[in-house]
């Protein structure tokens, strides 16, 4: 027995620098998230005149805490609407490219029709396409047909950019699914809608999940392609656009800053942690976006 | 209090429309072809009809403004007289694109060394304690913030105050803390292009750390236990079998990585606005649409970004369709 717990001692000792690297790299990994949060619910003239570090001299003063800054920024400095925005903006540009994208994976993965592959490599190979690419000819179609700074077109324009990876996706999944369950279905009589709404979908939903995931992330995280085609128009911008421009023009009012930025960060947040177990599949399912 | 409402209900109204729009038209397109369709043509018909809307979102959106893209880079600044390689010759020899080719490649670099580096790192270290999924959690989550987010995050770090008061900003405050006088982390043109890439480390290890993880948690346990029995080191097992055996995750890590900070642009737009020596191409790109409204010159931009990213890409593709024993 005292052999057992040597030989426990020496691993654990000999282990020690592993355990003081991982700390180390956890604690500098958090430290800038942790600052922000703090910051955002320390009063002004606190924030900016002494460091967020100093609130551990009394944690548990709880006076020196206020949620002012988040009341100012949501209605004063129009993070409110920003937050409106932003989820008139993800939703739908979550989820109509999962839908046009599990359609066109379903007919590429099941249905027979002449150059199948060629579509899908074809369709594979866009996702090199830089979004860089596409903007000016696009930016100035929507100038002619008056899409600029609506939603719609916005949504469209995310749903463009999605479609390669969520077809990609979706057909390497739903093209795995078991050959004997479909083609069984179809002799019972069920048409390829019913196939669709009944079989394919419900069995997909890890891969659809996954996908949902990404795209929500990356519309609710998006700057360029929202700066690009919503343009200069306050009251259709997203929280990434309104929280930019309040670095610009109260670039050292740190109280507010940090409360707006954790806006932003709550929802895709929770999103994660609630769904990473689908994210990481398809990260490891290939993440390659243009 | 109304208002707000109101304000809800509109927005509400909208995520409806754009969501319930996608399922009616697919529902009555099917519905059409069902009906309508004579038998033996409806099984021809109907692929077409799941089908149309990706292409022609993906001509719409993707194919037609990239051969737009590179017919216009020909053009001048209004796209009316041809200019032949004009605007790419320009863009090769202008210094501001000099200074950014410079940054892209020193992003590149750091980027994806930084981050590969640290996130095999983590994965190796993380998978020997038994609260693996603390640390690795707390180093992914940044994936889920935005760049604009970090980017407010990190400014806030990196804040400056003048010598003799007191130093908000973390990284002066620990520097003043030495005795060293506090350091304009993005006006210093030797340095500031490092603390942008800091930024970019911070958000991307994580995503390298997932996949380098699963990869080493991949190499069976039978090598390492053989090759310790035979005397190896911990540090000759790591070298000689984990990083050969994991080798065609680090290129896809990556080259996925490269392709990411070759588009670089929202930590850039909102930490300097690519002033004071931190230009990079895309960042360059946007203000030669938005500022000078030169559409050429954005144009060849753009199709430099294209050029660059073809060779990368192929290569991740093939790496990661290559079946691996491992898998």
Known sequence: ?290 | MTHIFGRGLVAALAIGLGCGGVFALFYGANGLVERFAPGNSKNRLLPWVYLTPALLLLAVYLVLPTLVTIYISCFDARSQAFVGLTNYLTVFTDKTMGEAFRNNLLWLVGVTGGSVSLGLLIAVLADRVRYEPVPKTLIFLPMAISFVGASVIWKFIYAFRPAGTAQIGLLNAVVTSLGFEPVGWLVERSINNLALIAIMIWLQTGFCMVLLSAAVKGIPQEIIEAARLDGASEGQIFWRITLPLIRSTILVVSTTTILLVLKVFDIVYVMTAGNQGTEVLASRMFKEMFSFRHYGRGSAIAVLLLLAVIPIMVLNIREFRRPTPLR
Do not use: C
Request: charged share 10%; net charge neutral.
């Open chain 1, 1 to 290: 027995m005292p052999n057992f717990l040597a030989t426990r001692l020496t691993t654990w000792v000999s282990q020690t620098p592993i355990h003081l690297a991982l700390v180390v790299l956890s604690t500098l990994w958090t430290l800038p998230s942790l600052g922000l949060l703090i910051s955002s619910i320390r009063p002004p003239e606190e924030v900016l005149t002494t460091g967020w570090w100093t609130v551990f001299q009394h944690p548990f003063d709880f006076t020196q805490y206020s949620l002012e800054n988040y009341r100012t920024v949501l209605s004063a400095e129009g993070l409110g609407q920003a937050l409106l925005n932003s989820l008139t903006i993800a939703i739908p540009a979550t989820v109509i490219p999962i839908a046009i994208a599990a359609f066109a994976a379903y007919a590429l993965a099941w249905m027979e029709f002449p150059g199948r592959q060629w579509l899908f490599l074809a369709i594979v190979a866009l996702l090199v396409v830089p979004l860089q690419m596409t903007f000016i000819p696009l930016l100035r179609a929507y100038g002619h047909l008056g899409l600029t700074g609506t939603f719609a077109g916005l949504w469209l324009a995310h749903t463009g950019y999605g479609l390669p990876l969520g077809i990609y996706l979706l057909r390497n999944y739903i093209g795995s699914l078991p050959r004997d369950l479909i083609e069984a279905a179809a002799v019972d009589g069920a048409t390829p809608w019913q196939i669709f709404t009944r079989l394919i979908v419900p069995l997909s939903m890890p891969a659809i999940a996954s996908f949902a995931v990404f795209q929500f992330l990356w519309v609710w995280n998006d700057l360029l392609v929202a700066l690009v085609y919503l343009g200069g128009t306050p009251t259709v911008a997203p929280l990434t656009i309104t929280l930019t421009n309040l670095v610009g023009s109260r670039g050292q009012d740190w109280h507010l800053l940090t409360a707006g930025a954790f806006i932003t960060m709550t929802l895709p947040l929770l999103v994660f942690l609630a769904l990473q177990r689908y994210f990481v599949r398809g990260l490891l399912a290939g993440s390659i976006k243009g």
